[in-house]
């Protein structure tokens, strides 16, 4: 099933998004690799403040590669989730609601989805290119030291994604493997 849907996400519809339901993303949503996760988590237990509000919002596993002229952003695919499966629980806990990336999550992550009614979607690995052409606007907001694994704010229209792990904990992987 084709589903629209905006940012920041609201919880009541992310409970109806199925696992396999194909959806288009409008709105603003965050980028942050593995080096932005370990600064974020050290910030937390430090007791500062996350670098952005992620109460709802969807964080996309993506380091983008350098804009070409006349362009916003780079080619902007997918990076490994699972490298992220470390971090998540607690940033699911703090009310973030979905993640973007590709590749399986740990049982822990699953059930960290479930207790928050989030989700995890898959973006398209090696489309980056043409991913990137729903991008509109990207802005770095913390940790510009990282280079490409820097926080940005992505403003993205009709950004193409499938509902892999939804909040009732079905996974599309495990049902076609």
Known sequence: MDRHITTPLNPEEVKTLQAGDYVYITGEIYTARD????RMKEALDAGQPLPMNIENEVIYYMGPSPARE????????PTTASRMDKYTPELLDLGMKGMIGKGKRTPEVTEAIVRNGGVYFAA????????????????VIAYDDLGTEAIRRLKVEDFPVIVVIDSKGNNLYESIY
């Open 124 to 139: 398209v690995g090696g489309a980056g290119a043409l991913l990137s052409k729903q991008i509109k606007s990207a802005e």
């Open 70 to 77: 006349g362009r916003v952003i780079g080619s902007a695919g």
């Open 35 to 38: 080096a932005a996760h370990k």
